[in-house]
Each structure stands twice: as C-alpha cells, then as structure tokens.
C-alpha cells in the first residue's frame, strides 16, 4: 500500500485528485492539507510514502519541501501544479521534488507518477517535457542540487515498454498489450529517452539489445537489416 498525502489548498483539486488516486487500489490518502503547517503536522503523525503538491499553492514553499528532503529521504515528492514556465519547474526538481507532472494531465500519467516515484524513478507528463524543450532548458539542470551518482533508474513499466519498442511495436499496439492509454505510453517513450539521452527509436532499440532485454539475433536475421 502506498499512502499519499495530498497538499494543495484548493478544495475542488484536492477532492480530484482524492477521486482518482482512490480508484487505485493499492494506494490509500492518509492526510490532505492546505499549507506547510498542515503538512509538517501531517507527516509528523501519518507514515507517508508519497507527497502529491501544488506548491505554487499559497502557503507552501519550496524550503519546506527542501527542509523534509533532508530529513526524511524515504519520502518521495510529486510537484502537481497548472502551466508553469520551465526555469520555475526546475527550481522546484532542485528543492527536491522527484517527478513533475501538470494539473491537466492523463489519468493514468497521474497513477504512473505516483507509482514510478514511490519506486525510486523521475517521472514527468507528457505536457511537462514539451515545456522543456520548448524552452530549450538543459536536461542537466532537472538534477535535484543534491543528487548523487546513482545509475538511471528505469522502471519495470518503462522497460517492457523499451522491449515492445525494440520490436516493432506503435505506441497504439503497446498501449493495447499494457492497457495503457495511447498518451500514456507516448509519455513512458519521452521519459525514456530523457532517461537515455537519447532522440531517437533506433538507440531506444540499441538499447534493448545491449541489455538483452531482445535478442539481437531479431535484428540480425530480418530482412530489413540484409544489405545488398
């Protein structure tokens, strides 16, 4: 069970998110709050795993979220908030928040994100990276200040998405075999290359092979791969 805590001070997003993570039966609400003094009280009292903030919210702030990365490093942290510009989303990754995902995303990117953070993966909607390039801002500085040098985490989701990829398969087809959204698995594609650094299918593909997640036999003996 993941226990979540929901920080946000307007009532109708705070009953939105609580409708949908709710659908999800592996996660419970244990706390919604609506300032950094509700919050502290909150996770002073209930075990969280995961922490859902607008904290562009009045009454939050970035040094609180800053002040509990550093004392509770099992707790992980998902900024939910409207149209951000990208320098203000950037600095709130290096306050600490692990993923970053907007208000007017997919259902099933809000569950993903929950679910790939509490995991130990950085998840970020579809809607978020595209803010990104757009504003062409360096994918170095979505580092948290403090972050170590631990390898890229890809998630179980990610990967057998990386293994349907490598084998031919359209984000359509995929999203059928996972019962995912078509958005959903297109985000998941996103994330992953941010992950790789990479830009392209055929790296995602390079990839797959190197980590005998598809033999490479597939490619050797297709005949798109014969040259004459």
């Known amino acids: 069970m993941i226990n ?20 999800c039966e592996d ?8 300032c950094d003094a509700e919050l502290n009280d909150a996770l ?9 903030m607008d904290y562009t919210s009045p009454g939050f702030t970035l040094n609180n979220v800053n002040r509990w990365v550093k004392k509770s490093p099992h707790l992980k942290w998902v900024a939910i908030t409207g149209n951000e510009n990208g320098s203000v989303m ?6 600490g928040f ?20 509490h995991h130990g993966a950085r ?10 390039r757009r504003e062409n801002i360096n994918v170095a500085d979505l580092q948290i200040l403090e ?3 631990n390898a890229v985490v890809i998630s179980d989701r990610e990967l057998e998405v990386i293994r349907y990829i490598a084998e031919g398969y359209t984000n359509g087809e995929i999203a059928e075999r996972l019962f995912l959204s078509q958005h959903t698995v297109n985000t998941h594609r996103k994330n992953i290359m941010q992950k790789l650094g990479v830009n392209n299918t055929a790296s995602i593909v390079m990839y797959a092979v190197k980590t005998k997640l598809v033999s490479p036999n597939k490619f050797l003996f297709s005949t798109d791969s014969v040259v004459v």
Not at 27 to 34: H, M, P, Y
Not at 102 to 113: L, M
């Open 44 to 52: 002073a009292v209930f075990t969280a795993d995961v922490v859902m």
């Open 147 to 149: 972050a170590d040098c």
């Open 90 to 95: 950037v600095g709130a990754l290096r306050s």
């Open 98 to 117: 692990q993923s970053y995902i907007r208000k007017d995303c997919d259902f099933h990117e809000i569950i993903d994100s929950i679910k790939e953070t």
């Open 123 to 132: 998840f970020f909607c579809g809607k978020v990276l595209d803010q990104i």
């Open 4 to 23: 979540i805590v929901i920080a946000d001070d307007n009532f109708l997003v705070r009953a939105g998110l609580r409708s949908v993570v709710t659908q």
């Open 27 to 34: 996660f419970q609400v244990v706390a919604e709050v609506t």
